[in-house]
């Protein structure tokens, strides 16, 4: 069964410190997200993302944040200033389309630990 | 308005009993809500799923209660096994927009021998 793949599964930071969350989406996907999860907390959707450009963004997505298809097949969420409170499990997911049939398909999450 | 309210946090639950599981929504315009499984270390997966103009959805073990005019549906699992410990989430999304979901709080499912 086709699978999103998030790389890495665990990352640290330092504080104030840029980092790149990467993902493969399913290849014949054309909707891709990120939601995010606070230890203990909810899953919180960041972004979604269609045809190269943000179709929606939640108010967590702020001017720190951005992502980027760089290649076709790459799905990237960079954060540029690290804070603690960034400390969360960060989940791509895609989809094949916008109809409800085509439900969402989600990655096993990177791990991000600001210290 | 965008809430969704997952009650209980947690739940144990003896191998062959009934899970109950209960959300309820603010928004009257959400017109989809899943039911997501999520096992440690793994992102969440759609388990099942129900539209409002049902007042129940039931595949195999697993059912959604809808009532639409209190606001709230319930994920019932029944004869539960130990491989369904999971965290579980609700969530409700508008299906007109770019779906993106509202998830609730989720809830620890733990089921004993």
């Known amino acids: 069964e086709p699978e999103v793949t998030q790389t890495p599964s665990h990352q640290v930071t330092q504080m104030g410190q840029e980092v790149i969350l990467r993902c493969v989406p399913i290849s014949n996907h054309l909707y891709f997200y990120w939601y995010r999860q606070i230890l203990g907390q909810k899953v919180e959707f960041l972004v979604s993302?269609?045809?190269?450009?943000?179709?929606?963004k939640s108010e967590i997505f702020d001017d720190q944040f951005s992502v980027e298809r760089p290649d076709g097949s790459n799905f990237t969420l960079k954060i540029r200033s690290t804070k603690l409170e960034d400390s969360a499990m960060y989940f791509c997911a895609s989809r094949q389309g916008l109809e409800i049939n085509y439900g969402y398909t989600f990655g096993s999450g990177t791990r991000l630990t600001v210290v | 308005q965008q809430q969704v309210k997952q009650s209980p946090q947690s739940l144990i639950v003896q191998k062959g009993g009934i899970s109950i599981i209960n959300c309820a929504y603010e928004?009257?315009?959400?017109?989809?809500f899943p039911w997501y499984q999520q096992f440690p270390g793994k992102g969440p997966a759609l388990l099942i799923a129900i539209r409002p103009d049902v007042s129940e959805k039931k595949e195999g073990r697993f059912t959604i209660s809808f009532n639409k005019s209190a606001k709230q549906f319930s994920l019932h699992i029944m004869d539960s096994q130990p491989g369904d410990s999971a965290t579980y989430f609700c969530?409700?999304?508008?299906?007109?927009?770019?779906?993106?979901?509202?998830f609730g709080t989720g809830t620890q499912l733990k089921v004993e021998l």
């Open positions: 969530a409700a999304t508008l299906t007109g927009g770019g779906n993106k979901l509202t």
């Open positions: 993302f269609y045809n190269n450009e943000i179709s929606e």
């Open positions: 928004n009257t315009a959400f017109d989809y």
